[in-house]
């Protein structure tokens, strides 16, 4: 294990740098010291997903997911690794196989909701957006999840609410929503009828 430790800490460094190539050939080699060196899985994955290597990276996930079903960060990849490859419903149904703490994996239900509502399951996604939020109301991207959600659920009353706090939120704080999202937020707003002033919002 210490050798595929340094192996992957060497990998790190070296794609702190931007070496992808050096990094994928120490991760390379962790995965020689110990094949399920879950890091380097992980890590290694990663690189094949930015790069569009979408077999590699399934081929090197599946094993490792299926000998530890319990590692939330296996089973994410896994279901990007589905999503790239055009099946969202089989994303969805790998993370809907585990339900870790809300509070602790914000991530993992972020994944969860956008599938649902990708999948259509706009009820599913609402319920999902709003745990969240629940958790931590300045996220203004589960904001405008939760309002394009409640807007196809014909809910537009609701869904105006949550299109106002998602351009709100995104003007007030640095992590701001797209341009192009601002942009739709309002559009929708105008579309059912509603109106808001928030800086910034269509600049």
Do not use: C
């Amino acid at each position: 294990m210490a050798l595929a430790d340094k192996s992957y800490q060497l990998a790190m460094d070296v794609l702190a740098r931007n070496a992808r190539s050096d990094a994928e050939r120490e991760l390379n080699n962790a995965l020689l010291q110990v094949a399920d060196h879950i890091p380097s899985i992980a890590a290694l994955s990663r690189l094949y997903l930015e790069d569009a290597r979408i077999d590699a990276a399934e081929k090197l996930l599946a094993p490792a997911l299926n000998a530890h079903a319990e590692v939330l960060e296996l089973r994410q990849l896994m279901a990007r690794t589905k999503l790239a490859a055009g099946d969202a419903a089989q994303a969805l149904q790998l993370l809907d196989a585990r339900q870790p703490d809300i509070a602790a994996h914000t991530d993992y239900y972020a994944m969860v909701a956008a599938l649902a509502q990708q999948l259509g399951q706009f009820q599913k996604a609402a319920d999902h957006y709003r745990a969240l939020l629940a958790r931590n109301a300045t996220q203004p991207a589960w904001w405008l999840g939760l309002a394009l959600a409640l807007d196809n659920l014909t809910h537009h009353s609701d869904a105006a609410d949550a299109y106002r706090r998602a351009l709100s939120i995104s003007s007030d704080t640095a992590n701001t929503l797209p341009l192009a999202a601002r942009n739709f937020a309002q559009q929708r707003l105008s579309a059912l009828g509603q109106s808001v002033s928030v800086p910034g919002a269509g600049s």
